[in-house]
């Protein structure tokens, strides 16, 4: 892989891992997608290099964290507000830059939001397993060994496609909230996070109180919660009556009620199978802002409809296709760097 | 037959809430139409099916296809589909019954009155169904365990369930395909992968819809067949049980 390049890490911390757009469609293997767990970062950071929107780039949890980069490549950030730094230089996230072989990239603790992400043009070329090459953390297959990147570890990366010499050495584009109007507000510093949710089966076994509890508390994010799942801390929901499930199929987004009576909401390295009530469900669009949610903040719930989901879907697919519009002419050098 | 929304990218279709091998069919009758229907016009779109005792979780790509057509869709050839039974695939799974490798073996005949050898017999005895594949890759759940040999899962559960471990919980068998935690009665080992990655088409050794039996073998065998299974020689095809 020499004539490839390759990155090598620096400096880590637990749960960070390569990850692309996962591998979905594995479920009935008892497989789960993993994938990024902002699948919207990371696909605008692929577009900011020039890689398609799945190539597998590094989620980024646990800071600081260093690479040493030894080709001439083409990298940018995206995800929380990570403070980035490429050599001496400090760039704010969302920023694309081209590096010379040798140079270090630091991330540092980010002032919002959860989880950076790192594409490097050409990808982080490790094997694909099943179709991806997400880390799927909890059978150990996928990534870097199926493991969590270690320090000193060394990376291929991926041919590069195109001239690495056309377009700006360095542009930024705006950040996804500046993008999509219908999007309720995101945390920034201590605001709560809303996130839009479908009620799913088992919603209208809650009693009135949890129902009106569910959908007006302040949830806080509980220190446990990882890539598999959420667990949140608030009142305790009761149902009608105990309800034992036998499972059924599991995704990403279902808010699952256990005994404990403090919802769990699955996510990236979801469960395929599980047998807990089903009260709701956060819509596909919102899963990327989620991930975003620091550890011990707080979300609240607001009802939407089958239609408003498939709106934000929507409005979350035009978001990507703009940055796609802009990041092509700044590759090229026939747009201006300003967004 | 109920058909429930699971948000904005899947649909479950339930055919009731117990273990029972006939619902069982009737999931299996739908898989299969499904499976047969998959290229059809009106599934375009859909990504996965995922079996369960009593269920079908259908995920589709919401911006290939319409929803909610395909919940309409769903129910209708549901409905029609019926009881229809698909034919499985019949394994005989090697497993060592071995007290290194069966650490609950003992406590389990003992709690339920019968010899060790009392237990093995009974455990080889039985065909097994499998019921789904789940909670980690290539994990089967099994229905059929013999009704004297069902106890509750352990109180409290074991930080690392070495990998392979055939175990037992309430009236469900199964095998852990990885090392992991678990509270399940472990009562033996198999020197088979029951997941294998490098293998697109079909991860998973078993299959909702299979059956399996064990076949007792010798701490010789096991050793023997592990080596073959960790240098690649062991053929998936040779625990076949055919015609």
Known sequence: MSDSGSI????????????DLGRPGLRKFGVGSAGAMDGFALAAANLMVGNPIGAAGI?????????RINARRRIA?????ARFVVGDQMLPPWWSIRVEPGTEIRFEAPRHGMRGYLAVAGGIAVAEVLGSRSTDLKAGFGGADGRMLERGQSLPLGSREGDCSAGWDCFGIAPPEKRMPLMPPLDVGDGTTVVRVLPAAEHGELTDEARTAFWTSEWQLSTSSNRVGYRLVGPALRLHRPIELLSHGILPGVIQLPPSGQPMIQMSDANTCGGYPKIGLVIGADLWRLAQVRLGRRIRFVEVSLAQ??????????ALAAIRRTTSRLLTKTGWPAN | MRLLPLGDTAWTVEFGDRVDPALHGRVLGLLDALEKAKADEEFVGVVDLVPTFRSLTVCYDPSACDGARLGETLRNLAEKAGAARREGRHWHIPVCFDDDLAPDLADLAQAKGLTREAVIDLLTR???????????PGFPYMGGLPAELEMPRLSTPRQAVPARSLAVAGAMCAIYPWESPGGWRLLGRTPVPLFSAQNEASPSLLASG????????????????????ARGGLSRDSLLVKG
């Open chain 1, 8 to 19: 090598e890490v620096v400096e880590t911390g637990l749960l960070n891992t390569v990850q």
């Open chain 2, 126 to 136: 039985t065909t097994f169904q499998v019921y789904m594949i789940g909670f980690m």
């Open chain 1, 309 to 318: 989901a498939l709106a934000a879907r929507d409005e979350l697919d035009a």
């Open chain 2, 210 to 229: 299979d059956e399996v039996r064990w076949r007792a073998i010798a701490r010789s065998e096991f050793t023997e067949l592990e080596a073959a299974a």
């Open chain 1, 59 to 67: 989620e980024v949890t646990t800071f600081p964290f260093r690479i």
């Open chain 1, 77 to 81: 950030a995206t995800g929380a507000d």
